[in-house]
């Protein structure tokens, strides 16, 4: 969260370690009180494990997060933030990328060849 500029938070490890965790899914659940945010990482379906058109992914649970409505104001201000200057020196995150074939996936057949 960002900290208040009259008043700096010092930051200090906690002696327990910091959960550390990657996630490239999240769902945001909320209350009058409060927003959840579970936290996974998208890993590939048993039943199609190879790039390409018939690749599947399942969402694995990696954590969950809860903030104050006025916590998560504040995030989504300092998350906007990142990703502004982020795509101001890398440009535009394209939030609909395609997944490239499998090298061992078949060539696609080319419209109007008779075989």
Do not use: C
């Not at 909320?30 to 579970?38: A, P």
């Not at 694995?60 to 502004?84: D, H």
């Amino acid at each position: 969260m960002a900290e208040n500029k009259e008043n700096k938070i010092q930051w200090v490890r906690s002696p327990d370690g910091v959960f550390d965790v990657y996630a490239n899914l999240a769902h945001i659940t909320w209350s009058l009180d409060d927003v959840r945010v579970r936290l996974a990482q998208l890993v590939p379906s048993s039943e199609a494990l190879s790039p390409g058109k018939s690749f599947r992914s399942v969402a694995e649970e990696k954590g969950a997060i809860t903030f104050s409505w006025r916590n998560a104001k504040v995030l989504a201000i300092e998350l906007s933030k990142v990703v502004q200057n982020y795509e101001t020196v890398n440009g535009e995150i394209n939030l609909h990328p395609a997944l490239a074939a499998s090298p061992d996936a078949a060539p696609p057949e080319e419209k109007g060849n008779v075989h």
